[in-house]
Nanobody
Framework: QVQLVESGGGLVQPGGSLRLSCAAS????????VGWFRQAPGKEREFVAA????????YLAHSVKGRFTISRDDAKNTVYLQMNNLKPEDTAVYYC??????????????????WGQGTQVTVSS
């Protein structure tokens, strides 16, 4: 069982930056692919980014390429989502998810076994 806890969300102005963290407890994240997803009110949960074991491979949704990046620090058992140049349309609850066997390019929510509780990101002036 992997327990995931997201943090780092908040209110930011358009053009601003936030860094989200996904920390694991009870088990190491080093053997898991970790993804970030987001869900805006009234919309389906959508894929944002994923990172492979060891961090050698990452995959980003087209809507966030050039603005977001994903990284991991296995020594800290944490995966990060750095979000720059935020836009109002980035407003959503952001979730991290983990799975041992999913491909990093998989965008389906059903492919991931473990989920955090989410952290709210609001981009507004």
């Amino acid at each position: 069982q992997v327990q995931l806890v997201e943090s780092g969300g908040g209110l930011v102005q358009p053009g601003g930056s936030l860094r989200l963290s996904c920390a694991a407890s009870a088990r190491t994240l080093s053997n898991y692919v970790v993804g970030w997803f987001r869900q805006a009110p009234g919309k389906e949960r959508e894929f944002v980014a994923a990172i492979s074991w060891g961090g050698s491979s990452i995959y980003l949704a087209h809507s966030v390429k050039g603005r977001f990046t994903i990284s991991r620090d296995d020594a800290k058992n944490t995966v990060y989502l750095q979000m720059n140049n935020l836009k109002p349309e980035d407003t959503a609850v952001y979730y991290c998810a983990a799975d041992r066997f999913v491909a990093v390019t998989t965008t389906a929510t059903t492919a991931y076994d473990y989920w955090g509780q989410g952290t709210q990101v609001t981009v507004s002036s």
